[in-house]
């Protein structure tokens, strides 16, 4: 029999990356939460890559922190190792990756959220929808209690109707030999929204003393380490063991075993509906899609200091665990690998996201935010930046602010959100730097001068972080206006300086600042002009340099922005009829009354929607405005 449990402000059903920042978020903008989960050890779980950060994936752990959420402080607590990725490239796409211990990044998650006095950990599994007044007002649960809520998030994962598959076996399963969540599904069709099939990987996991170090590449980490919060950019990690991870190969004799039993994976035999990651393939995929290599990269990464356990990254598979065993062995300094656990695919329910508004909300279901893999993304960390953005805003509506819209210029965040709510996807989206038009704007190191701000004014900052954040920026904008107006002299002496430094004469006074555009001077290779110059953190320097030696390029991008941001304040109304407007083509009239774009802006990136259909929007709009303009004047 059902009972009523608990009344709370917000239900968030999972407690994977994306429920623990929804959860947190809310807690910590005044909200009772009631956080579901299947199992309290599974909270935080790193059921894949046993990592957080990565190309175009680190920038959105910095945002999340920036704004006050709590993956960046988790990972920075439990890393075993950190590396900064595309350092010999532009600072636009450097991305910090972290390794994590799984175990002890799951444990201090779960403690933060146990030390959260506004959040309750409840193990149970949600069932289905409860509603008063046929008004979605929280979850029913399996044992019958009701959380009775305002508002509800689901960040359910790869939960919903999961199917494990290792080539003919496949049975009724969660990640990692979880229970899977077969109930909740049929409630969310019941509310009239579509689910449809995907599915991801993961690799094998075995033995450390079941392998040969000895021909592979040292993954070391650097020894200078990058934290992921902006809050512990002048904390000393010096002491900081890290561990070795490793680089290894596929073989030719690899390669050809799988090409044997390719009929025999789950993908080839059809049994998976849903379509994989792109971007993170199987080696069955890999191997067919690039007949030509005779081999892949395989990278070894430990899965936490008190385990031997050691996660193959770069062989998920879904071919049955025998063949796995064989192929596995033929990879270089595996050739006696102990399996610990096998490499499965995994199937579950997911939605289209272009059912969902930009704040998350479901659009004409009041009260229900979805967020995470549920919306067809992949990885933890764009679990975590939906998690974050479903939970802030269930809590501004209760609050009746208006939500939180992160534009495409503003984060990768909004580029996240926009291009699932707009373009939707029929596989596992990845955050990658490619996929940001503004890079140069929005890179890793300025999330927090982008972001804070926004994070303070919604309540989820607090008075510790901004106060960092404040000293922080003062500091770069300090120095930013000390080197403007140190005046350098076209003496013999400063030339004889120059030419030392393999630069070019001056024939004017110039400013410090400007040398330092030059590409052949740095920061530090000027401090023979600038015997005065404070002594400063390393990242408030690299902050400086970064924006004063790309300052025509930031300028260039920030002058393409301005004109993003005219067609995104140009909006359209959720009501508009778009099949009354004469001039659009049939299927913008269609996909615009099914995507329902808050802006001209939008409406351009969805597929199928021409400029000359952006061009009918802009006159009609245009008639509209004027036609209002007139009745004011009559009036």
Not at 25 to 36: Q, S, W
Not at 112 to 131: C, M, P, R, V
């Amino acid at each position: 029999m059902d009972f009523l449990a608990k009344t709370v402000d917000v239900v968030v059903v999972g407690a994977g990356h994306a429920g623990c920042e929804a959860a947190l978020a809310a807690a910590r903008m005044g909200m009772e939460v009631a956080l579901i989960t299947m199992n309290l050890n599974s909270i935080a779980a790193m059921n894949c890559n046993p990592n957080i950060g990565g190309t175009g994936k680190g920038h959105l752990v910095r945002e999340i922190d920036a704004l006050g959420g709590e993956i960046g402080r988790n990972i920075d607590k439990t890393f075993i190792q950190s590396r900064m990725l595309n350092r010999s490239k532009g600072p636009a796409v450097h991305s910090l990756r972290a390794q994590a211990d799984k175990w002890n990044y799951h444990r201090a998650m779960k403690m933060t959220l146990e030390d959260e006095k506004n959040i309750h950990l409840i193990q149970d599994e949600a069932a289905s929808f409860y509603f008063i007044d046929d008004e979605l007002s929280g979850i029913v649960c399996k044992t019958g209690a009701i959380y009775k809520s305002k508002k509800t998030v689901l960040a359910t994962g790869t939960y919903l109707r999961g199917r494990v598959f290792m080539g003919e076996v496949n049975f009724s399963s969660g990640p990692d030999g979880m229970q899977p969540a077969n109930l909740l599904t049929s409630s969310i069709e019941g509310i009239g929204i579509e689910t449809m099939r995907m599915k991801t990987g993961t690799p094998a996991r075995v033995h450390r003393d079941s392998i040969d170090f000895s021909g592979m590449e040292i993954q070391k980490g650097d020894d200078e380490i990058h934290p992921f919060s902006f809050s512990n950019f002048d904390k000393d990690y010096s002491d900081k063991e890290q561990i070795d991870c490793y680089l290894t190969y596929t073989t030719p004799e690899c390669h050809e075993i799988i090409r044997e039993n390719i009929g025999r994976s789950a993908m080839a035999m059809g049994d998976i509906e849903g379509k994989g990651p792109r971007y993170c393939p199987s080696i069955e995929d890999k191997v067919t899609r690039f007949a030509d290599r005779d081999r892949h990269q395989v990278f070894l990464e430990p899965e936490g200091l008190l385990t031997k356990e050691i996660y193959v990254q770069g062989v998920s598979s879904s071919l049955p665990v025998e063949v796995q065993m064989a192929l596995y062995k033929k990879i270089d300094g595996l050739e006696h690998c102990e399996f610990m656990r096998p490499a499965y695919a995994i199937e579950y329910d997911a939605i289209d996201a272009t059912k969902l508004d930009r704040s998350l909300e479901v659009m004409g279901v009041h009260n229900l935010f979805m967020a995470g893999q549920i919306n067809g993304s992949s990885g933890y960390e764009e679990a975590a930046a939906q998690g974050l953005v479903a939970g802030i805003n269930a809590a501004l509506s209760i609050q009746g602010r208006d939500p939180l819209i992160l534009r495409r210029d503003q984060a990768y965040i909004g580029v996240l959100i926009d291009d699932l709510v707009t373009k939707g996807t029929r596989e596992p989206y990845r955050m990658m730097t490619a996929r940001a038009e503004y890079r140069l704007t929005l890179r890793q190191d300025n999330a927090d001068l982008r972001l804070t701000e926004i994070g303070r004014s919604i309540g989820l900052v607090g008075d510790e972080q901004y106060e960092g954040f404040l000293a922080r920026r003062d500091a770069i904008e300090n120095e930013r206006k000390r080197l403007a107006s140190i005046q350098i002299n076209p003496t013999e002496e400063n030339i004889q300086k120059l030419e030392e430094l393999g630069s070019a004469t001056l024939k004017n006074a110039t400013p410090l600042l400007n040398l330092m555009q030059r590409p052949e001077l740095t920061y530090d290779k000027l401090a023979i002009f600038d015997e005065n110059r404070p002594a400063l953190p390393r990242h408030v320097i690299e902050e400086v340099e970064t924006e004063i030696r790309y300052k025509g390029y930031i300028e260039k991008q920030m002058a393409q922005i301005q004109k993003f941001r005219k067609m995104e304040n140009k909006l359209l109304s959720k009501d508009l009829d778009y099949t009354a407007i004469k001039g659009l083509r049939n299927e913008a009239k269609e996909k615009l009354s099914a995507i329902r774009p808050e802006s001209v802006g939008q409406a351009g990136r969805i597929s199928g929607v021409s400029p000359a259909d952006i061009n009918v929007l802009l006159i009609y709009l245009e008639q509209k405005n004027r036609e209002a303009t007139n009745e004011l004047g009559d009036a």
